[in-house]
């Protein structure tokens, strides 16, 4: 008999150290990984790339019901402008309601017959998998999220000013905050995990506590 798939579900604000925590989780656990963020940054990429407008409800919901593996893998996903085209479109309901399925199904049937899977976000323990045997809620203070950010575009060859990080950071986190529709908040069973003075190394070490203290049988 197939035993259900464990999922954990990791949401915080931007560049809280999600993603990385999510594949080194992954990893250990021998588990499936999916970056949910990239879902509505291309679906943020594909309207941008449309001509189209963001906010504009029609143009957006059109752009998520039609996303192709070649969305999913557009080169200029992680760019700043595209960030904030995801968080506007993410604050669209048939947009998000178009995503919902594929993500549910990959938390219950992981890919290549996984155990289990690794999901990130904002709404993965509140919406997606509100069921989840582990929630964590990462956070880290703005200027920190920023630093680590602004040093992830400067690798990357954008640029940007720390100053310009700052601000497109809090005006993201204020519009995924303020949104009706699955508004990033922590679940109320999530365990909170504030990385600002943790590095890598000591924030996975503090999650993977979290999760064996949680899964213990
Ligand atoms: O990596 P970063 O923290 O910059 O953001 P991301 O995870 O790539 O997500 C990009 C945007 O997608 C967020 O600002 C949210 O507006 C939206 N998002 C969401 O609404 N729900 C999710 N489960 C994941 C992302």
Redo the contacts with the bound molecule.
């Keep these: 008999m197939d035993r259900q798939a464990v999922t954990i579900a990791i949401?915080g604000?931007?560049?809280?150290g999600?993603?990385t925590l999510a594949r080194r989780l992954a990893a250990r656990y021998g588990y499936a990984y999916l970056?949910?963020?990239?879902?509505?940054?291309a679906v943020g990429a594909k309207v941008l790339r449309q001509g189209g407008d963001p906010d504009d409800a029609a143009v957006a919901a059109g752009a998520a019901r039609s996303l192709t593996d070649r969305d999913l893998a557009a080169p200029d996903l992680r760019s700043e402008a595209v960030?904030l085209a995801?968080?506007k479109v993410?604050?669209i309901p048939e947009v998000?309601a178009a995503l919902l399925d594929y993500q549910r199904r990959f938390a219950a049937q992981p890919p290549d017959g996984k155990p289990g899977a690794v999901l990130?976000?904002?709404?993965?323990g509140t919406v997606?998998c509100p069921a989840a045997p582990v929630k964590l809620f990462v956070t880290a203070s703005d200027e920190i999220r920023a630093r680590r950010?602004h040093r992830e575009l400067l690798d990357r060859g954008e640029n940007a000013s720390f100053e310009q990080v700052l601000a497109d950071l809090r005006r993201?986190d204020a519009?995924?905050s303020a949104r009706n529709t699955?508004p990033?908040k922590p679940a109320p069973d999530a365990h909170l995990l504030d990385t600002s003075n943790l590095d890598i190394e000591a924030a996975v070490a503090a999650a993977v506590d979290i999760v064996a203290a949680t899964l213990k049988p």
């Excluded at 604000?13 to 809280?16: G, I, M, Q, R």
């Excluded at 970056?35 to 940054?41: K, N, P, Q």
């Design positions: 949401d604000p931007v560049a809280a999600k993603g970056d949910t963020g990239s879902l509505y940054r960030g995801a968080s993410a604050a998000r990130d976000g904002r709404d993965i997606v950010r993201r519009q995924d699955a990033l």
